[in-house]
């Protein structure tokens, strides 16, 4: 029996697929992709679909790239498997975790594997509690982040996660999370608010939380530096700075969630480096190994670890881990990676490209459908809204998609594009690799998406 064809047969669905409709699940078959190149996958039939969201943010290099094939294949014969931990490990691991810190803009870093990006920061917030701890400081244990933003899907990072629908449905304790407005510049702004000032507002009302909590209770402000789930609104100008220096006021640790934005989406290494943020602590993933093996980081401060090591050696232990944290085949593909954004020059086609991803989104913006566009690197998000009913209402950040973000995502599908549909808007982040050709082809099949949206809206 050909492979790709077991299970077929059944009358339902047996796998329950991630932010997918479970009914629909035991009662259509799903899109099901069998292989992959370049930017492409392809289905079942041999339609070729542009990963316009390089799947979940994470295929960085694209699809089917032999020397990482390679690197895998490799590690997979001299040894496929070997915990890291109790004082044992494979030269890959090592060698990766001296690697990934030399090139993190966190000053003396130290690293820790997982395997996803939600364990990443699952961890950091449980070493957080830690490190407090052993600081003399148990109180400061909560963890400000955003509202609208996506820190994850385990019951901690999901408590982050600023949706409140989403938290409710689970029954997902919250008690040391706390919230402040996601940036929405220009459409979240008052009427005459100049830039400066929006973003001031922001850091105020981040202000009044921290002094509402407690200050001594609180511990960490956790942010993407563009969040491209929230539906890629660039910061203000000044927005991080002005955070930085308020956190550091009150003794506050600032951790910058590189899940999505790290390893060259935004133009550099890091968002951080892009928007000139100096964290505390880095969590990163996906492009971490080019999405082709499962890999998490966090990459700590010789500040912050220091106190890691100093309770580790009161308890003798340090007593956290998982048994696939620092996989040696996911180390040695990742190895491979970061040896391919030097070879290849990643980021210097990353920066040349650019101009040419924002002038391509931009033209779409004479689409009756187009309100607005946007673009930070090479992520970006097409505002969409039926004529005539376009506006600020409409473009307020939710991870849930909204009927016509949906429509135009299905209809994107027909004509060979993959975009990621959230409320109000369309948000889009290509493989690094892709060219200027490539670019155009994109943006010829989504502007055949949005007019066959347009014409099937009622008249």
Not at 38 to 65: M, P, R
Not at 213 to 219: D, F, I, R
Not at 303 to 310: K, N
């Amino acid at each position: 029996m050909n492979v790709l064809a077991r299970g077929t047969n059944h009358p339902g669905n047996l796998a329950l697929l991630p932010f997918s409709n479970l009914q629909k699940l035991r009662e259509e078959r799903p899109l099901m992709f069998v292989r992959g190149k370049g930017i492409y996958t392809f289905d079942e039939q041999g339609k070729d679909y542009i990963e316009a969201v390089s799947t979940f943010y994470c295929v960085n290099l694209g699809f089917s790239d032999e020397e990482l094939i390679e690197a895998a294949v490799e590690q997979l014969r001299a040894l496929p498997m070997y915990p890291s931990g109790i004082h044992r490990t494979v030269p890959v691991v090592m060698e990766l975790a001296e690697r990934l810190a030399a090139v993190a803009p966190v000053r003396g870093g130290h690293v820790m594997f997982a395997t996803t990006g939600s364990e990443a920061n699952d961890q950091l917030v449980k070493f957080t509690w830690y490190a407090n701890r052993v600081a003399g400081e148990p109180t400061r244990r909560k963890i400000i982040s955003r509202r609208a933003s996506y820190h994850g899907g385990t019951i901690a990072t999901t408590a982050l996660g600023g949706s409140a629908a989403l938290q409710e449905a689970f029954g997902i304790p919250t008690g040391d999370s706390l919230f402040v407005s996601h940036p929405t510049w220009p459409i979240g702004a008052l009427p005459g608010e100049t830039e400066t000032a929006y973003a001031d507002r922001l850091v105020e009302e981040l202000r009044q939380t921290i002094e509402a909590a407690g200050p001594e209770t609180v511990a960490a402000f956790i942010a993407e530096p563009v969040s491209v789930s929230s539906g890629m609104f660039p910061p203000p100008q000044g927005y991080f700075t002005k955070i930085k220096a308020l956190l550091d006021g009150y003794g506050i640790r600032l951790y910058a969630d590189e899940v999505v934005t790290g390893f060259g989406r935004t133009g550099k290494m890091w968002g951080s480096e892009t928007l000139g943020i100096e964290p505390d602590c880095i969590s990163c993933a996906k492009g971490l190994s080019g999405a082709y093996q499962p890999i998490s980081a966090v990459v700590m401060s010789d500040d912050f670890y220091s106190q890691l090591e100093e309770g580790a050696n009161a308890a003798g232990i340090f007593n956290h881990g998982g048994t696939y944290g620092g996989h040696p085949v996911s180390a040695a593909v990742a190895l491979k990676v970061l040896d391919i954004y030097e070879r290849r020059n990643i980021l210097g086609h990353v920066q040349a490209v650019m101009p040419v991803w924002q002038k391509a989104l931009a033209s779409l913006e004479d689409h009756p459908l187009v309100t607005a566009t946007r673009c930070f690197g090479m992520a970006g998000a097409v505002q969409i809204a039926p004529p005539g009913e376009g506006g600020p209402a409409a473009a307020s950040p939710s991870l849930a998609p909204g009927g016509l973000s949906q429509q135009l995502y299905m209809a994107g599908l027909a004509a060979g594009v993959v975009v990621r549909p959230l409320q109000g808007c369309v948000v889009l982040s290509p493989p690094l690799i892709i060219t200027e050709a490539e670019i155009g082809e994109l943006t010829r099949r989504l502007r055949l998406a949005l007019d066959a949206t347009l014409a099937a809206l009622p008249r």
